[in-house]
């Protein structure tokens, strides 16, 4: 089911023992690691990028990227917070922030798919616009104060897992049977292969570069009330230099970003190393300065191992 | 298939395993203090003060910072993983006055003091979530910016037309500052602000901010910015347009901007005595972990900074 | 050059060829496609390496590694696509690698542009050495390689199809210039398809067929259909496992379709059951054509009609949805998504018919690719095996099936056996016989004359962009097709 699609067993194999290893070492190095309540904690801190790194992943697959998912996330979440603050409905004011999201990501992908600009360039302007937008419609403050029953999608826990890690769970095995059994995910991995080939055999290219876009806008918004909701406030200036993470999940995971193959679980692991690392140094005191270097030499370690066992494969 | 039963029987060891959490270490007491930022002068002093104030009273102390101001996420996520590593007490100078109460209520249920450093947190918001906090330690805020705004009337005699660098939208320091400024500005009719911009606390916003300002505002005479990081970056502004009569008042007078003031490229500053207010952090979270009272608000003295009392 | 060897995975280029080239002559390489005379020509201008044989340059043995070697050793290379930089000027082009410097690191734009001067008063011709390439017009350009040439004081020089986009008085200016390269003792090695020019410059010709050297004769000592006889003469014994189907009805119909120089009045049609084979030489417009029935060029004028209906066909999707499939030249390229695998690529023009809703279904997905794999014999460790690591005509087998699963009745062929081997092919002839058996139409071009001969019904040959001629396959002669598309 969906095999074909796997990046190398050995690959997968090999974030996973990062993982576990990493897992490994801050247990020896920190008694307050591996308890369950720091777990739920990493998984909790984790979900807010994870959510928006899902999306991401079906972008790269297409051998594109989204650079605006970070001020995507910073204007849909103060227009769904501008919804709730005039009184609109929780499910409601959620919609519209999805839909701002959709929106956003649809205009990605139009510029990108009929407009043939360059994903970094068509992407990198969304990101100034959007976050531009957020912050005319805001008037650079931050929309804060929101009902007790908008704030448990943050606090409640679900037999002891935060909902946050709950919804990231689901978006995960959502995206999963997106990629693995529908028109979209086939369609998502032909594009990123060859987008010649998919063009000649058929796929309406167009349509679903753009949709694969408007998906990653949609992660961007979900992200966006996670975080709104955990901070009790929507700001302008949130989200900034998200789609970093977003991508260095993706990248460790296993995706490549030359498209045509990865999957979303990969970035699940991935977007888990970065948030382990941050907590185990975080726990063990290490300056955060120190915390950048060390996940930086992560990404680079991550996609050196993948270039190397490619190499040895052939 | 047979790969993800794997994970799942090693996720489920390691729950078994879990729990190896030791109590709290019978010993020296842990008190982390959670910055802004390591960015500023104004947070180095103040870590500097702290920890002075720890070694003398025989306290670990743990600081940690994100990386920029406006990362408040990021704070968040630092207590929760403080929290985690069973820290004793806490004092925080909040990126976010209301978006920080999570944090608060979050340490309040495992039962850590949280002591509050220089910037507010919203009162209305901690109250509505339940939280409490063990004691306020900063400046009157409201009042620096009434000294910074009396600065600039008397200096300009009254008349001409000012600008204003905010920080953070939102940060309590800030907002005060400017209210304690228009307090005194908005009632002097020969007085115009011209322009008022947040520039995020940070220097190079400071002279990009600004820049802008002098290009649409030729005629400025003087310009308040809320922090001094903020002010020396339209100082470096001024110099690159070749102005030179502009009247720059900053705040927090660390030992950069007090340089400033000296050599006349700055006007003035308020100081605070971040030192001051880092000791005084540790001494409250120590007080409060003893179980003995505490002043709530703790108010550490400001004052101007001219040329002639510079140091 | 003698016993010239030299072979690409899966292919002999060149078996054993001779070639020699004297001072002050033109001597013209002839072959139909894939004859070798380019790779030959590459080898000595030091783009490829020979397997086997030597080389001699005024009695002495050369190696030529790389083109700067053969730039050493006197030979210049003129492409087909011109070796220039548009943005630079002539000057800066002619001098390329061999720029004059100043003291140090500093180039010395006066004395490119006196050098280059030198070069072009040679030739009697006027060009500003300082305009930009992309100034100049066709002929001009190709000038400026010739003086690039020169100006390597280059004794042979190598010229590929050195006239198709020239016009007649610009062609016979460039014969001038030849004349005058002879006169300075210049040899020069000319590949042309165009016999009639052959004949107005050549002094000897070389014809090459299917990498080997059949021979060589003084032009004035040779008639056209000789030469043409010497170019598609092979030995009877070739057969092909062709088995004709009845022919069914219209399935598709062409009409005036035309491109502004590229195709011109295009109209012919295909039946049902019956292979149409399209021959013609590089540049004959076979691939445009195929292009445009698929959706990929918009035609300027004409209509096409689809099992009866008058069609637009502007994407490839709308040319999939009326049957047509496309197996391209390049399949690596073009025609499969390397990274996926087997049952991915087979599938992929039909994910439509196979889903509900968005989704897939899986189990359709491996019967149908299971039931290809068996009845077209694909081997495959498993479906989930990446197309990448089969063979070429495993590959190309994979291809053909995604056709075959979306059920197209139109199949259009480029090439279809190229770079596979003999097995596989025959394999090839196979299933196209069954699609035929069924009903199936299809449009085969090649470069392969014996192919086109022993696999079609009736061929249409093309030259420079329209239909020279039709025949019946059973009737027609290497010879005659060659002539036609030629142009004869």
Redesign the interface.
């Known amino acids: 089911?969906g095999a074909e699609f796997r990046i190398s067993?050995n690959r997968?194999?090999g974030t996973?023992s990062g993982l576990?290893g990493l897992?490994g070492v801050l247990?020896i190095l920190?008694?307050?690691f591996?308890?369950?309540?720091?777990?739920l904690?990493i998984a909790?801190?984790t979900s807010?990028i994870a959510v928006v790194a899902a999306g991401m992943t079906f972008v790269i697959i297409t051998a594109g990227i989204d650079l605006s998912v970070g001020s995507l996330l910073a204007f849909s979440g103060v227009v769904m917070a501008s919804s709730l603050a005039a009184g609109r409905s929780i499910p409601l004011a959620l919609t519209i922030g999805l839909l701002v999201g959709l929106a956003c990501g649809i205009g990605n992908g139009v510029l990108i798919s009929i407009g043939r600009l360059p994903p970094f360039i068509a992407t990198l302007g969304m990101m100034s616009i959007a976050r531009g937008a957020a912050l005319l419609f805001t008037?650079?403050?931050?929309i804060?104060?929101f009902s007790e029953t908008f704030r448990s999608i943050?606090?409640t826990d679900v037999l002891r897992v935060p909902f946050p890690v709950i919804v990231m769970i689901a978006v995960y095995v959502i995206s999963h049977l997106i990629l693995t059994r529908t028109k979209l995910g086939r369609y998502a991995y032909a594009i990123g292969g060859n987008e010649t080939t998919a063009y000649l055999s058929g796929v309406n290219v167009r349509l679903y570069k753009t949709a694969v876009y408007g998906l990653s806008g949609m992660c961007s918004a979900l992200a966006a009330v996670l975080?709104t909701a955990?901070?009790?406030?929507a700001?302008p200036?949130?989200g900034?230099n998200y789609e970093l993470d977003a991508i260095a999940a993706v990248v460790i995971g296993g995706t490549s970003l030359m498209g045509g193959e990865g999957t979303v679980s990969g970035t699940l692991i991935g977007a888990l190393i970065i948030g382990v690392l941050?907590?185990g140094l975080?726990?063990l005191?290490v300056?955060?300065?120190i915390q950048?270097i060390v996940i930086g030499s992560v990404i680079v370690t991550a996609v050196l191992l993948d270039t190397f066992f490619k190499r040895r494969k052939k | 298939?047979k790969?993800f039963l794997v994970?799942i029987a090693?996720a489920l060891l390691?729950?078994c395993?879990?729990?190896?959490?030791?109590d709290r270490n019978a010993g020296r007491p842990r008190i982390a203090l959670v910055l802004k930022t390591?960015n500023n002068p104004f947070f180095i002093d103040m870590q500097r003060g702290a920890e002075e104030a720890a070694t003398r009273l025989g306290v670990d102390l743990?600081v940690?910072?994100?990386?920029?101001e406006?990362?408040?996420?990021k704070q968040?996520?630092?207590v929760?993983?403080?929290i985690?590593?069973?820290i004793d007490a806490i004092c925080i100078t909040p990126s976010?006055s209301?978006?920080i109460?999570?944090a608060v209520v979050k340490a309040n249920q495992a039962h850590i003091p949280v002591v509050i450093v220089d910037t507010r947190v919203?009162a209305?918001?901690l109250k509505?979530?339940g939280g409490v906090i063990a004691a306020f330690i900063g400046s009157d805020n409201f009042e620096g910016g009434k000294l910074a705004g009396e600065f600039i009337v008397k200096a300009l005699g009254g008349k001409g037309s000012v600008a204003i660098l905010e920080g953070?939208?939102?940060h309590e320091t800030g907002d005060s500052r400017l209210r304690g400024f228009h307090s005194v500005v908005d009632g002097q009719t020969g007085l115009k602000i011209v322009a008022s911009q947040?520039a995020?606390w940070e220097r190079d916003q400071g002279f990009n901010v600004f820049q802008n300002i002098l290009q649409s505002h030729p005629d400025l005479k003087a310009v308040f910015a809320c922090s001094d990081l903020m002010a020396l970056g339209a100082v470096e502004a001024i110099r690159a347009a070749k102005r030179d009569n502009i009247i720059v008042v900053g705040f927090d007078a660390f030992s950069e901007a007090q340089d400033a003031v000296k050599a006349g490229t700055m006007h003035a500053t308020i100081a605070q005595s971040p030192s001051t207010m880092g000791a005084l952090a540790v001494e409250n979270a120590l007080h409060a972990l003893r179980g003995e009272p505490l002043q709530e608000n703790i108010q550490v003295n400001i004052k101007l900074v001219t040329k002639e009392n510079a140091s | 050059m003698r016993h010239i060897r030299k072979s690409f995975p899966g292919l002999v280029a060149l078996d054993d060829v001779d070639f020699d080239l004297r001072k002050s002559e033109v001597h013209v390489l002839l072959g139909e496609n894939g004859a070798g005379k380019s790779t030959l020509v590459k080898i000595l201008g030091g783009a490829y390496q020979k397997d086997a044989g030597e080389i001699t340059l005024d009695d002495r043995k050369v190696d030529i590694k790389n083109p700067r070697h053969a730039h050493q050793a006197g030979i210049a290379f003129i492409h087909q696509e011109f070796n220039l930089i548009p943005h630079l000027s002539v000057g800066e082009n002619i001098l390329l690698g061999r720029e004059p410097m100043k003291i140090g690191a500093i180039i010395d734009q006066t004395a490119i542009f006196r050098e280059a001067e030198k070069a072009l008063r040679d030739l009697l011709v006027d060009i500003d050495v300082r305009q930009p390439i992309y100034e100049l017009s066709v002929a001009q350009q190709q000038i400026v390689e010739v003086a690039k040439a020169l100006s390597l004081e280059a004794r042979i020089l190598i010229m590929d199809e050195p006239t198709s986009a020239l016009t007649e008085y610009e062609i016979q200016s460039l014969f001038a210039t030849i004349r005058k390269l002879k006169q300075r003792g210049v040899g020069i090695i000319y590949i042309s398809h165009r016999l009639d020019e052959l004949f107005e410059i050549g002094d000897r010709v070389t014809v090459l067929r299917d990498g080997k050297y059949v021979g060589t004769r003084d032009v004035s000592s040779i008639s056209k259909p000789e030469l043409i006889r010497m170019m598609v003469d092979r030995p009877v014994g070739e057969h092909f496992p062709k088995q004709t189907a009845d022919r069914g009805e219209e399935i598709l119909r062409v009409e005036g379709v035309g491109i502004r120089g590229v195709l011109k009045d295009i109209s012919f049609s295909v039946y049902r059951g019956e292979v149409l084979g399209i021959a013609g030489l590089m540049g004959s417009g076979r691939t445009t054509l195929a292009r445009t029935l698929f959706g990929l060029e918009k035609p300027d004028t004409g209509k096409m009609y689809v099992k009866g209906r008058l069609c637009e066909i502007r994407s490839p999707r709308a040319a999939i949805a009326s049957g047509i499939g496309f197996l391209t030249e390049d399949r690596k390229t073009q025609g499969l998504v390397l990274g996926l695998s087997v049952i991915a690529n087979m599938c992929l023009p039909s994910i439509d018919k196979i889903s509900k809703l968005g989704i897939v279904s899986q189990t359709e997905e491996r019967r149908l690719s299971e039931k290809f794999v068996r009845d077209l014999h694909i081997k495959t460790p498993a479906l989930t095996q990446k197309v990448i690591y089969l063979s070429g005509g495993n590959q190309q087998k994979v291809v053909l099936s995604k056709w075959l699963c979306r059920q197209a009745d139109i199949f259009i062929f480029d090439e279809p056996t190229r770079g596979i081997d003999v097995g596989a092919k025959e394999e090839i002839y196979h299933l196209m016989n069954r699609l035929t058996a069924n009903g199936v139409a299809i449009l085969m071009i090649s470069s392969e004359m014996p192919e086109v001969l022993g696999m079609s019904d009736r061929i249409l040959v093309m030259h420079q962009g329209k239909i020279g001629a039709e025949f019946r396959a059973r009737e027609a002669t290497q010879e005659q097709i060659l002539r036609c598309a030629l142009g004869e």
């Open positions: 089911m067993r997968q194999i996973l576990l897992c247990w920190s008694p307050y591996l308890t369950v309540s720091n777990l904690n909790e801190q807010i008037q650079g403050r931050p804060s104060g943050a606090t975080l955990r901070l009790n406030s700001q200036i949130a900034i941050r907590n975080n726990l005191a300056s955060s300065f950048q | 298939m790969r994970v090693l390691a729950l395993g879990c729990q190896r959490g030791s390591l743990i940690q910072a994100a990386e920029r406006i990362d408040v996420d968040l996520q630092i929760e993983n403080l985690q590593s069973k976010g209301r978006e109460v999570p919203d209305a918001t509505e979530a953070i939208p939102g947040p995020n």
